[in-house]
C-alpha cells in the first residue's frame, strides 16, 4: 500500500522563475455597490505552471477575487493582464478571446441541468465558435471526439448521454473541469471545487485539477477551505485576509502564526490536521 | 440590533417577546392598514358579511330555482363555440408567450444584452399589464371592430403583461448561474440564450404556457361575453332571459368539465414533465455507449427528451391549429386596422373631466370590492386550505373533493356569480363582493395547498423530530415558511381583485367599470380616459406598493 | 322601500344609454325633482345589463326601471311590473333599421341575402329595435323559407353574425366592414356618423320596421296605488329639458302615459323566442 | 499556544460498562420502496454518555440509520428501542413523547428561515406542550428564559430577533444545535453536521455539541465523513459499508485496513490527515 502514498506535488515546490508571467493582478481594489470592500489593493503575478491555493475565511474575498480574473465581477480600481493582454479594457469579442483563455470551475458545477454530460462540456468550446454555430451546438467532429475522449479520460463516458442534473456532485464537478479543460486554457480558476465532497471524492477531483493542469501546463488557482489539502497541491500559497493578501509564499512557509493571521483564530480552535497544530 | 430589543428580555418581569420590535412593529402596522382599509371600505360599500353570510341559504334556493336542471339548447352550437373559445385561448397563448420570451430577454437584467432597453420593456410590460384585459377588450373592440381578431389581440395583450414579469422572474432565477459559467467561457449571448438559457428555462416556460391556457380560457369566455364570439356570446345571450338561465347553466357546466379536463391534463402534464421519474432515469443510464449517427457524433441521446420534446411539438402543433376553427376572422384587419387605435387612444388622452363624481364614487366602491373580496376570502381560504392540503390530512377524499368544489367555482366567470348574487343581494357593491370572494376563495385554496405542499421535508421533519404533532407543525412550520409566499399571492390578488371589479361593471355590477362601459357606449371617449388612468395609476402604484413590501419585509 | 306600501323612498334602476353626452347630471335631474314633489327619498342605481335589472326587480330590490320595449315584457312577465310611462321624442316614433354602407350597391334584404357570404350585426341577443325587430324584417322577406330566431341568430342564414353590445358600435362594425349589414335603433346611425365625421348618406338603410315604443319607466306592482298615480302625474308632466337632453339628447323629448296593451307585438316577439 | 491543543475527549476512551443502555437497535433492516436496501440487520447498543461518530462512504446509510433513530424513515424489520420503550410500535402521542427524548441536529440545521432565532430554539419545546398552546406559540415564560440563555451561551445573544434566514451557515447550525439541546433529549443525533463548514466553524460546531453532550450526559451519535474528526471525539465508532456495520470498536482499534474496508478504497485515495495513512 506504502507505493499508493506519494504526494502528487513535483518534488520542486517553487516554480521555475524563468517561466513567463501568465497572469498579472496589479492593485486590484473591488467595492460592491453596498459597501462591501471585498478586496483591497491585492497585487501579485502568476507564472506559467504555478498551482498557486488560496485560503482565507469567509468572507475575505476569495470568491470576488476569482471572479475578477475573468471579469465576472467588474473591479473598482487596478488591472488584472491574462497573458499580457488587459482584461479590465476589454469588451465585445475581444473580451470574450481573453475570456476563452480563463475557465473556471465553480462549486456547484453549475451545468445545465437539462442538457447531456456530452452537451455540457462540449458548451467549453462556445468561445471558439461562431455565434450561430454555437447557438445551436452544431460542434465540429474533431471537438466532439476530444470531448468524448475526455469523458472517458475522467471515467463518465457511460454517463455521456445522461442529463447533467442527474449526477451526484463528485461527478458533476468532474464534468465541470472537463468543460474548462476543452476549453484549452492558459489559466483555470477553481473556487472552491471541493467544499461539501466526501473525502474520497474530494481526493478524486484534487488529483484531477492537479494532474490536468500539470500535464498541460496550465497554470492554475484554486480556492480552497481545507489548509491540509491545500498543503498538500500548492505550489505556492495566498493567504487572505478582509480583502488583503496576508500571505503569499511556498508552502513550506505556511507557519502556525500565518494560519493564525488569516483565519483571526487561535490554531487550536480551527479544524486542521494535527501536523499543523504546532510549529513547523 | 438596537438596545431596546435587547434590553427587554432582561427585565425580570417583562415578557420575552419573541420577534424584534421593527418586525412587531411592521406586522402590527401591516394589520392596522388592513383593518384600517376593511372598516373603510365597509364603511363605504355598507357591506354587511354577516348578513351576507346569513343570505347564502337562501342565495343557493334562488340559484337552484333559476337555474336547475341544466339543458342545453343547441349542442352543435355549444360545441362550435367551445372549439372556438378554446381556439382563441390557445392562440393567444402561443403568440403571447412567444414574444413575452423575447420581450424578457430584453427586460431580464441579467441576462439582457441591452441593460439599458430593461427598464423601457418592463415599463411597457407594466403599462400592459395594469389596464384590465377587458378595458383593452373594449378599447379595442372600439377602435377596430368586432370579431375573433379582436378578441384574440385583447387576449393576447393581457397575457403578454403577465407573462413577461413571470418570464423575467423566472429567467432572473433559474439561468442566473448557468448564463454566468458560460459567459466564463466566452460564449456570445445567442449562444447563452440557446445553449443555457433555453433548455434551463423550458421547465418554466411549459409550466407558465399551461397556466396561461387555463386562465385564457376564462378570459376567452368574459371577452366573448363583450363582443370576442365563443362561448362567452353564447353565454350572454342565455343569460339575457330568465327563462334561459337553466340553458345558461348546462353552458357552464360543459364549460366547468372543459376546464376541469384541462386542469387535470395540465397539472399531469406538469407533473410527468417536469419530474420525469427517477426509474426512468436509472433505466437509461444503462444505454450508454457512444452514439454515431452518419459518422456524426450525437450529443444527445435520441429520445432523450422524448416527452418535453413531444408536448412542446404538440402544443405548438395544436396552438397552430386552433387558428383554423377562427380562420375567418379578419386577421389582415389586425394590420390595416391599427391606426384607428391611435385614433381611440387619441381620445381617450382627451381626459375629460366632467364625470369626476361620478367616477370618483364609482372608484370607490371598486376599491370597496376589491379590498373587502380579498380579505374574505383570504380568510376563508386560510380555515378550508390545510384542509386540501396533501400533506397534512391522512384521509385524500377530503382534498380532491375541496379542490374540484374550487376548480367548478373557479370556471363559472365572474360576471355570473356576480348575477347569481344579484338576486338575494340586491344590486350594489354586494354581489360584486359576494361574487369576487366565493372566486378567489377558490384561488386562493389552491395556491395556499401548492405553498403548504411546498415546505421542504426536511424542515417538517426537524420539527417533527422535536415531538411536534401535526397541527403544531402546521402552525409553527408550514405556515411561517409559505408565508411570504402566500402574501405575494394575496398581493396579486388584490391587484386581480381591483382589476376584476373595474371590470364587473362592464358586465353590469357596478364600480368604475360601469363608468368606462358607459362612457366608451356613449362615446364620451375623455371620461372614459379618465376613468382608465384612475385604474392605471392606482394599479401601478399598488404594484409598486407590493413589490417594496416584499423586498423590503418578506424576504 | 322597506315595505312596499308605507314606501319612504323609491329606487329608480337605469341602463347604460347609447346616446347619453350628460348622462349623470342629466338623471340626477329627476331624482331631485321627484324627491322635491314626493317627498320621498329617491336613490338611483346603474346597472349595466337588462337581465340583472329585471332580475332586481323581481327580488325587490329596485321599484322603478327606465328600460327597453323588451325589458317591458320581461319585467311584466317575471318581475311583477307595469309600464307607467314612455318616452315620445318630438321627430316621430322610433324605428329598427337595417342599415348597410351606401357604397355596398346593397338594397333590399334580398340583394343582402343573395351574397356568397352574408354578414349581420346585432346589438345583442334580447335587444328590441338593434336584433329582433331587424331579425322579424328578414323573416318576413323570406316567408316561405319559414325561419325562426335561431336560424337568423345562431343559424346558417348569415356567415357571420356579430353581437356588438350596442348600438354606435353596430354602426361601426357596418362602417368598418365587420358586418355588410346591421341591426340598430333608427336615431344611432346618425349619432355615430357624426362622431366618425362621416356624412349622413354613408350609410343606407335597406328596412324600417313598424314604429315602436321606445325607453318606458316600468314600475313595480307592489307599490302603493296611491303613490303609482302621483309618479304617473310627476313623470307627464316632467318638463326639465336638461334630462331629456342628457338621457336623449333631445329637449323636447316627454314622457307620455302609457300601459302594457301598446305592448302586445312585442309579447308575440317574447313567443317566438322560445 | 500549546495549552489550546488539548484533546476534547476524556480521558476514557471506552464507555464505563456500567451505564446503563439508552438506545438498542435490534437487527434493523430498510428497504426503500424503490429497492435500495439501505440498512442490512444492523444492530448495536448505546450506553448513556458515549460519544458515537458513525462513518461511511455516501450512501453507506448513515442517515437512515440517524432517521430511524427518530422514525423519520419507517424501519421494514427489526426493532428501535430508546429508554427501554419500542420507537417502531409507537404511534399518536406515543411517538411524539418518545421523539422528544431523541433529539437531532440536521445538516443544513433547517430552521424555519422566517421565524426569529428565538422562536427556532423554542421550537424544541413543541414535543413538551399541550398542541392548544404550542398552536399559538405560547410559550411560557421559563422556556423562553431558556432559550435566551442557551442563546447566549453559544453567543448568538445579540442574533435573538434575527430571521434564521439571515444567519450564516455556522450560526444557523448553533441554532439547530440550541433547538436540539432545549429539547432536554436523552440522545442527540447529528447527521453531518460539519459538512460544509469552513474549518473555523467546523470546530466550534464540533466542540459544542461534544461539551454540550457531555455536560449534559446527553448520549450522542453524530454522522461524519471527516475521519480525522471523528478520532479526535468520538468513544466509540462505527464504520458503514453499504448498509452494514463493518465496524463497531473504540477509535484506538480504527487501523489502516478498517477504514479500507470501510470505504472500499485505498487509505491512498483518500483525502484523509497523513497521520491515518501508514499502519496506526
Ligand atoms: N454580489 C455581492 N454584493 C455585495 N457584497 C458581496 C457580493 N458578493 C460578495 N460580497 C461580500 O464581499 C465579501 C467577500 O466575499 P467573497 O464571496 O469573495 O468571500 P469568500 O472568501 O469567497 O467567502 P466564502 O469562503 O464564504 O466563499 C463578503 O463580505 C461578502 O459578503
Ligand atoms: N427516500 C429514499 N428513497 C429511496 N432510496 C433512498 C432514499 N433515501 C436514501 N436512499 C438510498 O439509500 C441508500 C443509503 O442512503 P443514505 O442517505 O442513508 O446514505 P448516507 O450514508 O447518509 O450517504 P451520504 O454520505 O451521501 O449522506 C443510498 O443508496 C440512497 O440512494
Ligand atoms: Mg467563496
Ligand atoms: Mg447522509
Redesign the pocket.
Known amino acids: 500500500m506504502a507505493d499508493t502514498i506519494v504526494s502528487p506535488k513535483p518534488l520542486e515546490t517553487t516554480t521555475p522563475p524563468g517561466a513567463e508571467v501568465v497572469l498579472s493582478v496589479q492593485g486590484v481594489s473591488?467595492t460592491?455597490?453596498?459597501g462591501?470592500?471585498?478586496?483591497r489593493d491585492v497585487s501579485f503575478d502568476v507564472r506559467r505552471g504555478e498551482f498557486v491555493v488560496v485560503i482565507?475565511?469567509?468572507?475575505?474575498?476569495?470568491?470576488?477575487?476569482?471572479?475578477s480574473l475573468n471579469r465576472l465581477?467588474d473591479v473598482t480600481s487596478g488591472a488584472v493582464l491574462v497573458d499580457g493582454e488587459s482584461l479590465t479594457k476589454a469588451g465585445g469579442a475581444r473580451l470574450r478571446a481573453v475570456r476563452r483563455r480563463v475557465a473556471m470551475v465553480f462549486?456547484h458545477a453549475n451545468l445545465v441541468g437539462r442538457l447531456t454530460v456530452l452537451q455540457n462540456v462540449l458548451h467549453g468550446r462556445l468561445g471558439h465558435m461562431g455565434t450561430l454555430a454555437g447557438m445551436f451546438g452544431r460542434y465540429t467532429e474533431a471537438d466532439k471526439q476530444t470531448a468524448v475522449d475526455l469523458l472517458r479520460e475522467i471515467e463518465l463516458g457511460e454517463h455521456m448521454y445522461n442529463r447533467a442534473a442527474e449526477l451526484s456532485g463528485g461527478q458533476k464537478q468532474r464534468v465541470g473541469i472537463a468543460r474548462a479543460i476543452i476549453q484549452d486554457p492558459s489559466v483555470l480558476l477553481c473556487?472552491?471545487p471541493i467544499a461539501s465532497l466526501d473525502p474520497s471524492v474530494s481526493k478524486v477531483i484534487m488529483d484531477m485539477i492537479f494532474q490536468m493542469a500539470t500535464s498541460r501546463n496550465i497554470t492554475a488557482i484554486v480556492?480552497l477551505?481545507q489548509i491540509d489539502v491545500a498543503l498538500r497541491y500548492a505550489t505556492r500559497i495566498i493567504g487572505?485576509h478582509k480583502?488583503e493578501i496576508v500571505f503569499d509564499g511556498p508552502p513550506a512557509d505556511l507557519t502556525a502564526e500565518t494560519i493564525e493571521r488569516i483565519y483571526d483564530t487561535p490554531v487550536g480552535e480551527l479544524m486542521i490536521g494535527e501536523e499543523l497544530r504546532g510549529e513547523r | 440590533m438596537s438596545a431596546d430589543t435587547l434590553a427587554r428580555p432582561q427585565a425580570p418581569a417583562a415578557r420575552i417577546p419573541l420577534v424584534s420590535g421593527q418586525e412587531r412593529r411592521f406586522f402590527t402596522a401591516a394589520l392596522a392598514v388592513i383593518v384600517g382599509a376593511t372598516a373603510l371600505t365597509t364603511w363605504i360599500t355598507g357591506f354587511n358579511p354577516l348578513a351576507a353570510l346569513a343570505g347564502m341559504p337562501s342565495a343557493l334556493g334562488f340559484v337552484a330555482a333559476d337555474y336547475l336542471p341544466p339543458t342545453v339548447n343547441n349542442g352543435g352550437l355549444l360545441a362550435r363555440a367551445l372549439v372556438e373559445t378554446v381556439a382563441l385561448a390557445l392562440t393567444s397563448t402561443l403568440v403571447a408567450s412567444a414574444l413575452a420570451f423575447l420581450a424578457a430577454l430584453i427586460g431580464c437584467r441579467a441576462v439582457s444584452p441591452l441593460p439599458w432597453a430593461a427598464p423601457i420593456v418592463r415599463g411597457f410590460a407594466t403599462l400592459v399589464r395594469n389596464i384590465p384585459d377587458l378595458v383593452w377588450a373594449v378599447i379595442l373592440f372600439t377602435a377596430m371592430g368586432f370579431g375573433f381578431h379582436v378578441g384574440f389581440a385583447a387576449l393576447t395583450l393581457g397575457t403578454f403583461g403577465f407573462l413577461t414579469r413571470a418570464f423575467i422572474e423566472s429567467m432572473d432565477e433559474v439561468s442566473a448561474d448557468t448564463t454566468e459559467t458560460l459567459a466564463a467561457v466566452g460564449a456570445s449571448f445567442p449562444q447563452r440564450v440557446m445553449q443555457s438559457i433555453v433548455p434551463s428555462f423550458t421547465k418554466d416556460f411549459i409550466a407558465w404556457f399551461l397556466y396561461c391556457i387555463e386562465v385564457s380560457i376564462r378570459g376567452a369566455t368574459i371577452v366573448g361575453m363583450l363582443g370576442g364570439g365563443g362561448v362567452g356570446m353564447l353565454l350572454n345571450g342565455e343569460l339575457g332571459l330568465a327563462r334561459w338561465r337553466p340553458r345558461a347553466m348546462g353552458t357552464i357546466l360543459i364549460l366547468a368539465v372543459l376546464v376541469i379536463a384541462v386542469d387535470l391534463l395540465t397539472s399531469y402534464l406538469r407533473t410527468k414533465l417536469l419530474n420525469p421519474s427517477a426509474a426512468r432515469s436509472a433505466a437509461d443510464r444503462s444505454e450508454s455507449a457512444l452514439v454515431v449517427r452518419r459518422g456524426r457524433i450525437a450529443v444527445t441521446q435520441r429520445g432523450r427528451d422524448r416527452e418535453v420534446n413531444l408536448f412542446l411539438l404538440c402544443a405548438l402543433a395544436l396552438s397552430l391549429a386552433a387558428f383554423w376553427p377562427i380562420r375567418d376572422a379578419s386577421w389582415g384587419r389586425l394590420l390595416t386596422d391599427f391606426p384607428h387605435l391611435s385614433r381611440t387612444l387619441f381620445e381617450l388622452a382627451s381626459l375629460d373631466f366632467s364625470a369626476w363624481d361620478r367616477t370618483w364614487t364609482s372608484f370607490l366602491d371598486t376599491m370597496g370590492i376589491a379590498v373587502l373580496s380579498t380579505v374574505y376570502s383570504a380568510i376563508l381560504a386560510l380555515l378550508i386550505a390545510p384542509f386540501a392540503t396533501r400533506n397534512l390530512v391522512r384521509n385524500p377524499v377530503g382534498p380532491a373533493l375541496i379542490t374540484s368544489v374550487a376548480t367548478l367555482i373557479r370556471t363559472i366567470p365572474n360576471p355570473v356569480l356576480v348575477m347569481m348574487a344579484i338576486a338575494p343581494f340586491g344590486l350594489g357593491v354586494t354581489p360584486g363582493i359576494i361574487g369576487l370572494t366565493l372566486s378567489s376563495t377558490a384561488f386562493f385554496v389552491r395556491v395556499f395547498v401548492q405553498g403548504y405542499e411546498d415546505v421542504p421535508d426536511e424542515t417538517i421533519e426537524a420539527l417533527q423530530a422535536t415531538g411536534a404533532g401535526r397541527v403544531q407543525v402546521f402552525l409553527s412550520a408550514m405556515l411561517p415558511a409559505s408565508r411570504s409566499h402566500m402574501v405575494a399571492w394575496i398581493g396579486m390578488r388584490f391587484e386581480m381583485n381591483f382589476m376584476g371589479s373595474a371590470i364587473l361593471g362592464m358586465v353590469g355590477a357596478g364600480g368604475v367599470g360601469g363608468v368606462i362601459n358607459e362612457a366608451v357606449r356613449g362615446r364620451q371617449f375623455g371620461v372614459a380616459g379618465v376613468a382608465i388612468l384612475l385604474v392605471f395609476v392606482f394599479a401601478f402604484a399598488l404594484e409598486l406598493t407590493m413589490a417594496k413590501v416584499k423586498r423590503t419585509y418578506i424576504r | 322601500a322597506d315595505t312596499p306600501s308605507g314606501a319612504q323612498s323609491l329606487r329608480i334602476g337605469y341602463l347604460p344609454q347609447d346616446e347619453t353626452p350628460h348622462f349623470a347630471a342629466a338623471r340626477q335631474g329627476l331624482a331631485t325633482d321627484l324627491a322635491a314633489a314626493t317627498g320621498l327619498e329617491v336613490s338611483e342605481y346603474h346597472v349595466a345589463d337588462m337581465s340583472a335589472l329585471v332580475e332586481a326587480m323581481r327580488h325587490g330590490h329596485v321599484d322603478m326601471a327606465i328600460v327597453g320595449a323588451m325589458g317591458v315584457v320581461q319585467a311584466y312577465q317575471v318581475a311583477d311590473s307595469f309600464p307607467l310611462v314612455a318616452m315620445q321624442q318630438e321627430e316621430g316614433p322610433l324605428h329598427s333599421d337595417i342599415i348597410v354602407r351606401a357604397d355596398s350597391g346593397i338594397h333590399t334584404i334580398a340583394d343582402l341575402m343573395a351574397l356568397d357570404a352574408p354578414s349581420i350585426a346585432f346589438v345583442d341577443h334580447i335587444s328590441t329595435t338593434g336584433t329582433l325587430l331587424p331579425a322579424i324584417g328578414i323573416m318576413e322577406a323570406f316567408p316561405e323559407r319559414d325561419l325562426d330566431f335561431d336560424d337568423i341568430l345562431h343559424g346558417d342564414v348569415f356567415s357571420t353574425v356579430v353581437f356588438a353590445g350596442g348600438h354606435p358600435n353596430v354602426a361601426q362594425a357596418v362602417i368598418q366592414g365587420d358586418a355588410v349589414a346591421g341591426g340598430i335603433a333608427h336615431r344611432q346611425t346618425a349619432v355615430e356618423l357624426e362622431r366618425l365625421g362621416l356624412s349622413e348618406d354613408y350609410l343606407r338603410v335597406i328596412h324600417r320596421s313598424e314604429p315602436v315604443m321606445g325607453a318606458t319607466m316600468v314600475a313595480s306592482s307592489s307599490l302603493d296605488a296611491d303613490l303609482i298615480e302621483v309618479l304617473r302625474d310627476f313623470l307627464v308632466g316632467f318638463d326639465n329639458e336638461d334630462y331629456f337632453y342628457g338621457m336623449w339628447g333631445n329637449r323636447s323629448a316627454r314622457f307620455f302615459d302609457t300601459e302594457i296593451g301598446e305592448f302586445a307585438d312585442l309579447f308575440v316577439i317574447d313567443e317566438m323566442l322560445g
Chains 1, 4 share one sequence.
Open positions: 473591488k460592491y455597490t453596498n462591501t470592500k471585498a478586496l482565507g475565511p469567509s468572507g475575505s474575498g476569495k470568491s470576488t477575487l476569482m471572479r465581477v462549486q473556487d472552491e480556492n477551505h487572505m480583502g
